[in-house]
Structure formats: structure tokens, C-alpha cells
């Protein structure tokens, strides 16, 4: 059966739904006990596994694309995600007009949505081993607590706690099964443990607000929606959002 299309303003009251309720949802990750473990773990070059926010799955991080990938059994010179605190780390070197640039803010920060974004030929040589095709692999440091991570360099490579081609990992003791008990985990409550982890959705942004679909993820499901439903509203609900914030202001 064919299914009927739903209009522009529903779409847009899924995803501004689904907004509110990701506001709403947190979780807890005790590092206050192996914060510093984890820091010399990183200093010394080696990965550690750590949870993203429900229901991200364990994410191998350390300080260079090549510590995740050989930890994960990957070539090393696999590109691997940049997780940064702020996009404006890298903003000077990506190749997007303004209001590029700002709706690419908004999209991991309020859609939480890892990107791929135009690099210009300038960019520093740390930032490199996310690169693929010209396109940087983004993410934010999304769960405040993770931010303590990011105070080395601040920036952390990052790629799925999963042996490749096995599904997501949501729990310290997958991590552990999948490791053999050899690599470093930030643990976290026993309700995350229980939730079952989902890659989220990756998208290609270039100037226009042109937004590509690269991979599906929970986002999209979480509202109700096809992934290409969800990714045709995001200029409109960005939009919209902006002008709502400057009347506000005003």
C-alpha cells in the first residue's frame, strides 16, 4: 500500500517534537571516578569506550583518527568522526557561506545529526584524519559531561564501539564482550544499559542548505517520518526556529 504523503506543517510538528523531548531526556555517566584514567589512557595514546546520550551507541574515542581505527581493527588511515565541543573549532576551514554555516550549528545541535562538511584546502593537519573526499565527518561532544574529555586538545576522533559489521553497542559489558575486556570503559547508569543503542543519521550539507541523505538513523524514525520526509523539513524548521528567536530578542 501506497503511503500518503503528510504535509509540510505535520512533518514540522514531528521533528519539533521530537526536539523537545531530546531536551528532556538525560543521562547519567559517572566520570567523576575515571575522568583522570581516561585522560591518561588518551595522553598515552590508546582509545577508550564511551557512551553517547540514549540512544547513540559506545563510540571508540581517542586523540587521532589512527588510535581508533587500529583499536577497532581498521586500516589507520580510515577516516574516522571529529568530535568537537563547538562547530566554530573548524568553522574558519569549512567551505560554507553563513547561513550555511549556521543552520550546519543548528543541525548537530538541536538534531543532533553527525555531518559531512566542505573543507577548504587550509585545513590544519590535525583535523585531516576525518576527511574523506573533501567532506569532514563532524560531531559534537553532545552530553555536557563528555565535555570533560575534550579538555586535552579540544577535539577527540571517534568511531562505533562495534567490531565492523556487528551491530551497535548500548552497554559496557557488549563493549567488553566485543574487546575482550582490553580496552578502557566509561560506564554508565543501568537504565542506559537496558536501552537498545541505534546509529543515528548522518547527513551531507552544502551551501544552498543543501542537505543529502548518507545514512538513516533513529532521528527520523523517532518522529514518525521516512528519512527523507525528516531531512526535506530541516531548512524550513530551521528557519522558522531562527525567526522565532529574533522576534524573541526583539
Known amino acids: 500500500m501506497q503511503r500518503a504523503p503528510i504535509m509540510e506543517n505535520e512533518c514540522e510538528t514531528k521533528i519539533r517534537t521530537l526536539q523537545q523531548k531530546r531536551k528532556e531526556v538525560a543521562m547519567r555517566i559517572d566520570l567523576a571516578s575515571s575522568r583522570k584514567e581516561a585522560i591518561d589512557h588518551l595522553e598515552r595514546g590508546l582509545a577508550i569506550a564511551v557512551p553517547g546520550p540514549t540512544p547513540f551507541p559506545y563510540v571508540l574515542a581517542g586523540l587521532s583518527a589512527a588510535t581508533v581505527n ?15 565541543a563547538d562547530l566554530d573549532t573548524i568553522s574558519p576551514f569549512l567551505a560554507l557561506e553563513e547561513e550555511t554555516l549556521s543552520y550546519a550549528r543548528w543541525l548537530t545541535s538541536s538534531q543532533s545529526i553527525h555531518l559531512l ?3 577548504t584546502g587550509e585545513l590544519p593537519e590535525w583535523a ?20 570533560n574529555l575534550l579538555s586535552l586538545r579540544g577535539y577527540l576522533f ?24 582490553r580496552m578502557l570503559v566509561i560506564e554508565t547508569g543501568a537504565e542506559r544499559d537496558q536501552t537498545p543503542a541505534v546509529s543515528g543519521m548522518i547527513v551531507k550539507v552544502n551551501n544552498g542548505l ?10 527520523h524514525e523517532q518522529a514518525g517520518l521516512s528519512a527523507e520526509e525528516y ?7 530551521w528557519r ?7 522576534e524573541t530578542l526583539d
Not at 70 to 84: F, M, N, S, T, Y
Not at 158 to 174: F, H, K, Q, R, V
Not at 231 to 237: D, F, K
Not at 240 to 246: A, C, I, K, M, N
Open 70 to 84: 587500529e583499536a577497532k581493527g581498521r586500516p589507520a588511515d580510515q577516516p574516522a568522526v571529529l568530535i568537537l
Open 158 to 181: 571517534a568511531t562505533s564501539a562495534n567490531l565492523t559489521g556487528d551491530t551497535p553497542i548500548g552497554s559496557a559489558a557488549e563493549v567488553d564482550a566485543s574487546f575482550a575486556s
Open 117 to 119: 562538511l566542505p573543507v
Open 240 to 246: 522558522s526556529q531562527t525567526t522565532e528567536l529574533v
Open 210 to 219: 543543501k542537505t543529502e541523505l548518507v545514512r538513516a538513523g533513529f532521528q
Open 128 to 147: 585531516k584524519g576525518a576527511v574523506s573526499k573533501e567532506m569532514l565527518g563532524v560531531s559534537m561532544a553532545w552530553h555536557p559531561e563528555l565535555l
Open 231 to 237: 531531512i526535506a523539513h530541516l531548512p524550513a524548521l
